[in-house]
């Protein structure tokens, strides 16, 4: 089942601006990782952020995680038209027998105009 | 180094037909994972390989959906009896799985699918 819900579900902004997207979970994790989707192909991996960290950065990127709050959320810094994708907010579940399978959100299309 | 591959492409198939996709994983990648993605949808988990272990079957959907991995690498997922509503992406991807202190930690790294048309 899928655990992960995101918003927006589209964000439309100009090249320089910062996009911000959130995603909330339901279970306890053991991580939680940030793909890009172009084309609606394959997915790239953007960054994991383990449950005990609070913060991460790389690159134009920084990925805050709130466990109490079981979200976390994604900020692209001086967007670029290049960014435009949809992004997937993506949990590793803690438990026994997790296998690492991953639990994806249904994604934020963003679309960064030239 | 080469990364995750998947064969063929794009499918297109006749309702009641069976197919096979194959998945390469990058060289080893002890774990391999199949996931379904619908059109506009999130990507949802069907199956998982790590090692010589018994794979997580837990996200098939149905009997008609099976998938194998010979000799710990090449997996190929098997769609028997089409329908309509297995029209999706597919997409493999394979990790090592390391154990640190709370937990397994892993990066997936994704092929770039199979895209299945069943008509």
């Known amino acids: 089942s899928q655990q992960g819900e995101e918003d927006p579900q589209a964000l439309s902004i100009q090249e320089g601006e910062n996009a911000t997207m959130n995603c909330s979970y339901k279970t306890s994790i053991n991580n939680l990782q940030w793909y890009r989707q172009n084309s609606g192909r394959g997915l790239v991996h953007l960054i994991l952020?383990?449950?005990?960290?609070r913060e991460k950065h790389s690159g134009r990127l920084r990925v805050t995680l709130d466990t109490s709050k079981k979200s976390s959320s994604l900020l692209i810094t001086a967007s670029r038209a290049a960014d435009t994708a949809s992004y997937f907010c993506?949990?590793?579940?803690?438990?026994?027998?997790?296998?690492?399978?991953?639990?994806f959100g249904q994604g934020t299309t963003l679309q960064v105009k030239p | 180094g080469a990364g995750v591959s998947q064969s063929p492409s794009n499918k297109v198939t006749e309702k009641g037909k069976d197919v096979e996709l194959r998945c390469d994983p990058i060289?080893?990648?002890?774990?391999l994972y199949w996931y379904r993605q619908s059109l506009g949808q999130g990507l949802e988990f069907l199956i998982y390989?790590?090692?010589?272990?018994?794979?997580?079957k837990s996200g098939l959907p149905s009997d008609r959906f099976s998938a194998e991995r010979t000799g710990g690498s090449v997996s190929t997922l098997t769609i028997q009896r089409t329908q309509q509503e297995d029209s999706a992406v597919y997409l493999c991807?394979?990790?090592?799985?390391?154990?640190?202190?709370?937990?397994?930690?892993?990066?997936?790294?994704f092929g770039p699918g199979t895209r299945l048309l069943v008509l």
């Open positions: 060289s080893g990648h002890t774990a």
């Open positions: 991807a394979s990790s090592l799985v390391s154990s640190l202190g709370q937990g397994k930690m892993e990066t997936q790294y």
């Open positions: 952020i383990r449950s005990n960290e």
């Open positions: 993506a949990t590793s579940e803690r438990g026994s027998g997790n296998t690492g399978k991953l639990i």
């Open positions: 390989f790590q090692g010589n272990s018994a794979p997580d």
